[in-house]
């Protein structure tokens, strides 16, 4: 087993109040990868990371793509010592809707214990962990105990397609034992957790047209198809009224959870009714036969993110809509396939599609779920760390959430991906008042300067 | 049967120039009800109006209003003679966009018989058709057949509400046998119609809530219901596959079409692919069992008029929205009832509501269908006057629209509504170059002159 060296551990706890300027420093930036008018932002926000690595005299490349920068950063070369890739992201969600924001969104606020901002969990103040923890051994030590590749991008939010063409491209350059990757939740507040598997997604955007425009609903209404109408009843036939997705084929591939998943979902320790009051409902459902945790991350599911169409101002107006849309998804579980569901939506769109109206099914991204073997050497390495991290060890979960770039690192370099995460459920993760507790920032600095001594051990 | 006496139809063919350069004047005042630039400018053409039954030495009142003035007239008392009551509107839409024009709004034009210009046929030309044949009846014989009433208002186009307030209050004043207006549409070019039937509307919007706040779809997605996918599911169960309303009890009060009324919608000649290339579709859908005529004009409809929630913008996101919304609204026929309506809408979907979801049904306005019976003896004094002014039979119509009035004359004054339109379905009403035919102009004055002769026979 791999000790931090007691040096270390100081220097972290030393330098508490700078951790937390550099991470409130980053928050200001709004690295809004979605939106082009914050380009410049966004690319602010890399050249804020690479600097960061600058000061340690890593080897930092910024690559330019057609989106945001990559930065890619080694630190000096331990001969015979394992290579640890960590993984993160510098841009954030949109903010909206801002006016449900207690503290401006790119303005770090504290309030008991908290910061608040977006990106502060998801991913800035997660990822800022393992550059701390790097910092730690250099200025204590000289030196790491292992190699590490930091490869942190701009484009999470929106897809990671150019990160995609990158490690496809550079897999020598890339080349490691594990990933590691601060991008989930804890169980719960004192609980650490690894997640040891995600799942997948598959994201649609569905342009529905009727008549060639917008018509009066006295003098036409009972005869045109209405798009508004055809796109609720097509939403609405995706699922049936037991949470069984409708589209023939989408559960084949699924594997089904073992008796051991099942069991270990039921040891963990989960209130139903604190659930419903931290999500603020009175009642949850979803597909029959599972429970509310196995729903939410180990199960598929289908939710429609966003939907419009016709007049959507004050009081009434007549008209039916010549267009209506809406975007949705599907979070998928190994081994379901992204491009064989589109295909399989596809035509379950077409084969319902109302006379008189034409439709475009665009797809909008789609990664398949991934699950890692709860026997890695890795799994175990990252299990001590956080006992020394956090003082108590963690449990084993899946996340319903999905992180491409996880099976990309299986499929192209061949590796697991170690996720641990030092967030919260009600981090209000791609939400107003999105947050990250400071303890939970140190304790993963803490944590992720043992992993590099317990990495470094195994062979 | 009355004739209209030969010297009112000379003193109508003399003065076609006088009738038209009086149309213009009034044609020239850009009445725009909906624009407050607009309000003094709304006045003058209630003035011009009130100053044309002033010349015939009628009972004239100026109305005051907190809109627009109302201009009420009363003809010379005759004893006996039944009343009609003639509703018209002097203010008109708004003539955007402006640079569609191919003459300016407000300086009428005429071209190939044809005057273009905003209120040409909404509603100052046909409206006057019925002020200039109490003129020719008052110049040559002295005295009108009946009694008329004349109620112009200045507030069609956003509403007609201090009008509905002023006959609420006013009913006795406003006592009659009919009411007739002339704002409607012939049924194609050389082809008069008699509209004896409008559908009503009740009209609704629907807000949903799940969770208190915008959720990630990843990490809630499956156990917490989503307001967008209820959303769509509970729009979805309101009407089925066959186009029929799901709503118990939403067909009970629905008076079925007569065989008289089905052969009549037969023998009307209309093209499907003709209307199907007027909307731009390739297909139309509807309730089984109906035409495509009788579908838009004289069975219930149910339309989304606007739909809204979750993510609208460019790209992907993950959210699972707190909250949903939509817009949309019944058409209704005779008998059905907009508060019954609106009762057993509200127990259908608090009995389809998911679990998780809370509702809040917002009743944003009702009115009940109406249908003159083709039997009535005022319908058929219209007919014999169209057939003196226009030289054919009229046809009988539904239409789809609803005109809100003649709701508010069938219930407070307990009258039917003769819809006599001179106008072309093609007069880009609300559009730019509103045009009305000056033929049809001149048909409508000598039709109105007959029509009184026609109603005074009627005891």
């Given at each position: 087993m791999g000790k931090t060296p007691p040096e270390v551990d100081t220097y972290i706890k030393d330098h508490r109040s700078e951790f937390e300027e550099d991470l409130f420093e980053l928050l200001r930036i709004p690295s809004i990868s979605v939106d082009s008018?914050?380009?410049?932002?966004?690319?602010?926000?890399?050249?804020?990371?690479?600097t960061q690595f600058d000061r340690l005299n890593f080897h930092t490349e910024r690559i330019e793509t057609s989106g945001h920068p990559i930065i890619f950063s080694q630190s000096p070369m331990v001969e015979g010592a394992p290579t640890a890739l960590v993984y993160g992201h510098y841009d954030v969600q949109p903010p909206d809707p801002l006016d449900e924001w207690i503290s401006p969104p790119f303005e770090p606020n504290v309030r008991e214990g908290n910061v608040y901002a977006r990106g502060a969990t998801d991913d800035k103040g997660q990822m800022l962990t393992h550059f701390k923890s790097a910092e730690a051994w250099m200025k204590t030590k000289g030196s790491?105990?292992?190699?590490?590749?930091?490869?942190?991008?701009?484009?999470?939010?929106?897809?990671?397609?150019?990160?995609?063409?990158?490690?496809?491209?550079?897999?020598?350059?890339?080349?490691?034992?594990?990933?590691?990757?601060?991008?989930?939740?804890?169980?719960?507040?004192?609980?650490?957790?690894?997640?040891?598997?995600?799942?997948?997604?598959?994201?649609?955007?569905?342009?529905?047209?009727?008549?060639?425009q917008d018509l009066h609903s006295g003098t036409f209404g009972g005869a045109v198809t209405n798009p508004a109408n055809a796109l609720a009843t097509m939403l609405a036939r995706l699922i049936d009224e037991e949470g069984k997705i409708q589209i023939p084929?989408?559960?084949?591939?699924?594997?089904?959870?073992?008796?051991?998943e099942r069991e270990g979902f039921q040891s963990l320790s989960f209130s139903e009714q604190r659930f419903q009051d931290l999500v603020g409902v009175k009642n949850t459902s979803g597909e029959s036969g599972f429970s509310t945790l196995e729903r939410r991350s180990a199960r598929p599911?289908?939710?429609?993110?966003?939907?419009?169409?016709?007049?959507?101002?004050?009081?009434?107006?007549?008209?039916?809509?010549?267009?209506?849309?809406?975007?949705?998804?599907?979070?998928?579980?190994?081994?379901?396939?992204?491009?064989?569901?589109?295909?399989?939506?596809?035509?379950?769109?077409?084969?319902?599609?109302?006379?008189?109206?034409?439709?475009?099914?665009?797809?909008?991204?789609?990664?398949?779920?991934?699950?890692?073997?709860?026997?890695?050497?890795?799994?175990e390495a990252s299990a001590r760390a956080i006992e020394h991290g956090f003082g108590t060890s963690p449990v084993y979960i899946r996340e319903g959430g999905s992180i491409p770039i996880v099976s990309t690192f299986a499929s192209r370099l061949g590796v697991d991906s170690l996720l641990l995460g030092w967030g919260q459920n009600d981090d209000n993760t791609h939400s107003p008042n999105e947050k990250f507790n400071l303890a939970d920032y140190h304790r993963g600095i803490r944590t992720s300067a043992c992993l590099w001594s317990e990495l470094a051990t195994i062979q």
């Open positions: 008018q914050y380009k410049e932002e966004t690319a602010r926000a890399a050249d804020w990371v690479a790491l105990p292992l190699n590490l590749i930091y490869l942190i991008e701009g484009e999470e939010e929106v897809g990671s397609e150019n990160l995609e063409h990158f490690i496809e491209k550079f897999q020598d350059k890339l080349a490691c034992d594990c990933v590691v990757i601060s991008d989930t939740s804890q169980f719960a507040p004192g609980q650490p957790a690894i997640t040891y598997g995600l799942r997948g997604i598959a994201y649609y955007e569905l342009r529905l047209s009727g008549p060639s084929g989408f559960y084949d591939d699924v594997v089904p959870l073992t008796t051991r599911s289908y939710d429609v993110n966003g939907i419009w169409g016709g007049y959507q101002g004050e009081g009434a107006k007549t008209v039916l809509p010549a267009k209506a849309g809406a975007k949705f998804s599907f979070r998928l579980v190994p081994n379901q396939d992204p491009q064989t569901i589109s295909q399989q939506l596809q035509d379950f769109l077409q084969e319902h599609l109302p006379p008189g109206i034409t439709m475009q099914l665009v797809d909008l991204h789609g990664a398949p779920g991934v699950v890692v073997p709860l026997e890695s050497p890795y799994i």
